[in-house]
């Protein structure tokens, strides 16, 4: 199983805002004291220019539009409702707002068809909604697909039983263990797995700072590490700068990128930096609306597409 994809699919955003009802518990977004409209066409801007960059190393990149009747403020984060799977498989995700429910659209699936993709099977946990259980996609899951490992760091978003049934339902070993932030000198759960780690073929990206018990933080080292990959350390102040949002993409002749922010990328220090670059180049593009606003990042713009070609 390949752990790295050619092809993403992003949504355009069409009415980007700092989304009211994720703020309860993502301590990553900030207020800005602009209009909305401002904020959206900044954040379109800004998503463009990121394509664009994108498109430029020869990765596949597919653009859905958001529509502005939805009022999906953070339909520009696509991985979190969605994951794609290379037997055909597609998971789809129960997700923590309320208004973030939308942003699940068919349209998204027929765009993957109308590619050249097949979609054998959808796997829908969406009713655990009704519970009160949720587990945001490949924001709360980081998937080490090659070694068939996944890890979950568990939060409000991230339900530990749903986890162990989405491993058991695609074939994962769950890896568990909770990672927290400093907020106004309390330590609370961090939102999504998917700011602190970033899993990489043959590298692991990770603030093992932010993983307070000793036992657990042990364990996610050793799974790595026994998974090949080298484990690149940053820090907590490292992790607000989204340099835990990465994600690794290659283009059309297989060459690999690791795609992230340009304040992550600014972020890292030399020694991170040449760390990464031993095995791919960087690419990395502002988006300081859409993350000081979202409170997520580039990883969480892309949703990897993993799918067969359809004959």
Not at 27 to 33: A, G, K, R, T
Not at 92 to 121: C, H, Q, T, W
Request: net charge negative.
């Amino acid at each position: 199983m390949k752990q790295v994809t050619d092809t993403v699919l992003m949504v355009r955003p069409a009415a980007f805002r700092m989304n009211e009802q994720t703020a309860v518990n993502n301590y990553f977004q900030e207020d800005v004291s602009l209009k909305n409209e401002e904020i959206n066409l900044k954040a379109q801007q800004e998503f463009d220019a990121f394509v664009d960059k994108l498109k430029a190393a020869d990765v596949g990149v597919l653009v859905l539009q958001d529509k502005k009747e939805l009022d999906t403020p953070d339909s520009i984060f696509p991985n979190n409702w969605v994951s794609t799977h290379a037997n055909g498989d597609v998971g789809v995700y129960p997700m923590y707002a309320e208004n973030r429910r939308r942003e699940r659209r068919n349209e998204f699936f027929e765009l993957l068809e109308d590619s050249g993709f097949e979609i054998k099977n959808v796997v829908d946990y969406t009713e655990a909604e009704e519970e009160g259980v949720f587990l945001e996609g490949t924001g709360s899951i980081i998937l080490d697909r090659e070694n068939e490992k996944a890890y979950c760091a568990l939060s409000a978003r991230a339900d530990e039983d749903l986890f162990v049934e989405f491993c058991e339902d695609f074939g994962y070993l769950p890896v568990i263990f909770t990672a927290y932030q400093s907020v106004a000198s309390k330590r609370l759960p961090i939102y999504h797995t998917n700011v602190m780690m970033c899993i990489a073929e043959e590298f692991a990206v990770i603030c093992l700072e932010s993983i307070d018990d000793k036992k657990e933080r042990k364990l996610v080292v050793k799974q790595l590490k026994e998974s090949g990959k080298e484990v690149i350390a940053i820090s907590e102040k490292q992790m607000h700068q989204f340099a835990g949002n990465m994600l690794q993409v290659k283009n059309n002749a297989g060459k690999k990128y690791l795609v992230m922010s340009a304040s992550a990328h600014n972020a890292l220090k030399e020694n991170q930096i040449e760390a990464i670059t031993k095995y791919c180049d960087i690419l990395s593009s502002d988006l300081e609306t859409i993350e000081t606003c979202g409170g997520g990042s580039a990883r969480c713009m892309m949703a990897e597409i993993f799918l067969p070609k359809a004959n």
